[in-house]
């Protein structure tokens, strides 16, 4: 199984946690972006002789899209994500998700169990519990659910979210 994360490579985005559990599993994992912590990343890989972890640089759209589709799951793991359009990217592709409950777009577009896991953040057991229960059949869900996220969907959450923040 093939599991992809586009993403920035910073602190926040939690992606020391997503490599490390990674490290004694199977499946493997396709981070893809740029930022700081990039350097860490790769140490951290061959420091600990890690071969299903595959980092890739920051990709057009075109391409990234055409990834994904090779793809068998979307994981985030962030730690704040005000929206996080990664998910409905991912949902469109066909990708079941698999995400922390600190990334506001899937808590409004996955679905728990039908086209992904919401995970609370940092909880590891949860993480790979979800990793081992997603199912191949999830991504005509996932696809359904991302054509009913429009634009002015994304809108009202994201002023929802700024109006909390204002409390």
Do not use: W
């Not at 920035?8 to 490390?20: G, P, T, V, Y």
């Not at 079941?96 to 590891?124: F, Q």
């Amino acid at each position: 199984m093939l599991f992809v994360s586009p993403t920035q490579f910073i602190k926040r985005k939690n992606n020391i946690q997503l490599i490390s559990i990674f490290k004694d599993r199977k499946e493997h994992l396709l981070l893809i972006g740029s930022g700081e912590e990039k350097h860490l990343y790769e140490q951290y890989i061959i420091k600990n002789n890690i071969s299903n972890i595959h980092i890739v640089d920051f990709v057009n759209k075109k391409i990234l899209f055409k990834i994904m589709r090779s793809c068998d799951c979307f994981i985030t793991l962030s730690k704040e994500d005000i929206y996080g359009h990664t998910t409905n990217e991912s949902l469109s592709q066909g990708l079941p998700v698999i995400s922390s409950n600190m990334v506001v777009s899937s808590l409004n577009l996955v679905k728990d169990g039908k086209n992904g896991y919401i995970v609370p953040c940092g909880d590891e057991d949860k993480i790979t519990h979800a990793m081992d229960n997603i199912k191949e059949d999830m991504g005509a869900y996932a696809i359904s659910v991302a054509k009913e996220n429009t634009i002015e969907k994304m809108t009202e959450i994201i002023y929802h979210e700024l109006e909390e923040l204002k409390k």
